[in-house]
């Protein structure tokens, strides 16, 4: 294309106004580089047309929405839309680049090429993007339109009822005229552009106030810490730990949070609280000690630490008592890699570290005395069950400082995990990248649950998004001989959920709904179960997606033949379970663009919540 020409202002950038190309073939084994290739009608295959039916040189001017020709400048490509098929020139709908590709390239491209009136794209628009302020000013431009209508009307209808030979009567009209230029005023002094203009930008509904329900009592099913080890690290190692925590100590390098100071080094590490913004790569003598840890625990490569955080403990006799401690808390932060291990390496005097259970409140707490150059290790599955800290040392009682080192593994990916725990249709779903994936941005894991009644909420624990997805197997003709079955298997997954959200209340919870089959009276059980478990989850789970799965539906209301397994009625083969990938991730893609939208707009106002007694889960 020649960039010379200038297209005169005003005038629609279509390949009309295009120059033509002045890039020659010389002969085909230039064409099959990709050199001089740029347009249709300057391929070497004169069988182009007939090998690829989305693609066309020239036809008639009408073919594209322009109602123009491209003179075969252009090429013509057909939306996969079997409702649709419009034809298009590259140029109109806005492929940039598709000029300079040639045929195989072009028709690799546009096998499933959406065309703009059939794509639609699942993220919210800012309200401050230019299309919505000028669909703003349009709202504006019609109400005030409409307003100048209405007067007009008005005055017709007067003129039309008086009689001529009478006076006409005008007060009705001015009493009209008034409260107009009353509506015109409020108009605008408060114009709709702060809140109907975002009446339509939101396709969801406003959030409900999410429901208290009555705490269960859980007995922990896990230890509080895994492994304590005193003498760990050899005199030289641990001298040089005292060396380093000494120099950050001298030099200030400490920042004062509550009851202690922080240094944080490797990867960036936030928590409630947190006053440490500012990270420093790991230094040699931590590295050695990482090292040595991964070494003597047998930590795999994904699972080795690299971010370390260290507390220094004041003595009683410098500060107040209160002064040196640590608040009770959790280690319960997104980024940190599930089923990882928090290893704590502890240097000065000793301290009792305290474990308080969260789920029992008739079990007892915990206390460990971590001493000189000990060692222990927790979980991050046991940060859902237990919380702990360092109490502020007894009135009578004198301590000396202490350091405490604690690594950690952190990935940013980790704050999109995904755990599926799911029936036989799940099995096929893998993690990772390749086609049928999750890709590498939703690590995570599938877990088995073959019925309702085997899932398990503790699985759960450590996974930013939780997806339950059980129900095929207990929807089975053979396992349904009456309607109060299917109500019993939605009071299950009630009781289910409400375990999940005690164990990970910080954790988005999808429910997916049980994918239909070919099998018509199993498909019955299929549509009272999802009605049944809607209306639950509406009435106790506002905060718990239920997103519809209307796309592996055919017009039968039974599953899709393209989805599902050869010979098999019920569970989808390779293509299903892609598009069930992808429904998953476009699951996690919309409440993400859902809560930061209604962050970004301040219009989600946490209300109070109401206490849900026993009469409430029944």
Request: hydrophobic residues 30%.
């Amino acid at each position: 294309m020649n960039t010379s020409q200038k297209i005169p202002p005003g005038t629609r950038s279509s390949p009309r106004n295009l120059t033509p190309l002045d890039l020659k073939v010389k002969d085909n084994s230039a064409a099959s580089k990709g050199i001089g290739t740029p347009s249709p009608n300057r391929l070497s295959s004169p069988n182009r047309l007939a090998e690829s039916p989305n693609l066309s040189k020239k036809k008639g001017k009408k073919i594209c929405p322009c109602g123009r020709s491209s003179a075969g400048r252009d090429w013509v490509i057909i939306c996969s839309e079997s409702s649709c098929k419009q034809q298009w020139h590259t140029s109109c709908c806005n492929l940039k680049g598709a000029n300079s590709l040639n045929q195989s390239q072009v028709e690799n491209l546009t096998k499933t090429w959406l065309c703009p009136w059939c794509f639609a794209v699942p993220y919210v628009r800012p309200g401050n993007h230019p299309a919505a302020l000028n669909e703003s000013t349009l709202l504006e431009k019609a109400l005030s339109c409409s307003l100048v209508q209405n007067i007009t009307e008005s005055v017709k209808e007067t003129l039309i009822n008086s009689a001529p030979s009478t006076e006409v009567d005008l007060s009705g009209l001015e009493a009209r005229l008034a409260d107009l230029s009353k509506e015109i005023k409020e108009f605008k002094e408060n114009p709709p552009t702060s809140v109907n203009s975002q009446a339509w930008e939101i396709p969801f509904d406003e959030p409900r106030p999410p429901i208290i329900h009555v705490k269960r009592e859980i007995d922990c099913q896990i230890k509080p810490y895994e492994l304590y080890e005193e003498n760990f690290l050899e005199n030289d190692a641990i001298e040089t730990l005292i060396d380093l925590t000494g120099y950050l100590k001298n030099s200030a390098d400490f920042i004062g949070e509550k009851g202690h100071g922080v240094k944080l080094y490797g990867e960036p590490y936030s928590y409630t609280g947190s006053q440490s913004t500012v990270t420093d790569p790991i230094p040699p003598e931590l590295s050695s000690v990482i090292e040595i840890i991964s070494t003597r625990l047998k930590l795999p490569e994904h699972k080795r630490p690299n971010s370390v955080l260290i507390n220094f403990y004041p003595s009683s006799t410098t500060l107040e008592r209160k002064d040196t401690h640590l608040a009770m808390h959790s280690d319960d932060e997104n980024t940190i890699v599930a089923d990882s291990e928090i290893i704590t390496l502890s240097i000065g005097a000793s301290r009792t570290v305290s474990f308080q259970p969260k789920h029992s409140e008739s079990s007892p707490s915990q206390n460990l005395l971590v001493s000189h150059n000990s060692l222990y290790v927790m979980t991050r599955k046991s940060q859902n069950w237990f919380r702990h800290g360092i109490p502020p040392p007894l009135p009578t009682e004198e301590v000396d400082e202490r350091f405490s080192l604690t690594f950690r593994c952190l990935k940013k990916q980790f704050c999109r995990s995904v755990i599926l725990i799911g029936d036989s249709n799940t099995k096929a779903v893998n993690f990772g990248s390749g086609f049928g994936k999750f890709g590498e941005s939703f690590p995570g894991k599938r877990v088995r649950a073959a019925k309702i009644k085997d899932i398990e909420p503790s699985d759960c624990t450590g996974f930013a998004n939780v997806f339950l997805m059980c129900g095929t197997n207990d929807l089975r003709c053979e396992n349904i001989s009456h309607v109060s079955e299917i109500k019993n298997h939605v009071d299950v997954l009630k009781e289910k959920l409400i375990l999940v959200k005690q164990l990970c209340p910080e954790s988005k919870v999808f429910v997916v709904p049980v994918l239909p089959s070919k099998i018509p009276q199993m498909n019955k059980n299929i549509c009272l179960f999802n009605s049944l478990v809607d209306k639950m989850l509406y009435s106790n789970f506002p905060d718990i997606w239920f997103e519809g799965i209307y796309s592996f539906v055919d017009r039968q209301g039974m599953l899709s033949d393209k989805l599902r397994r050869p010979n098999d009625d019920i569970h989808l083969g390779p293509r299903g379970i892609a598009k069930l990938v992808t429904y998953l991730k476009i699951c996690i893609y919309k409440r993400e663009q859902f809560e930061k939208y209604m962050k970004s707009h301040k219009n989600y106002k946490q209300e109070s919540t109401q206490e849900v007694g026993p009469s409430g889960l029944t």
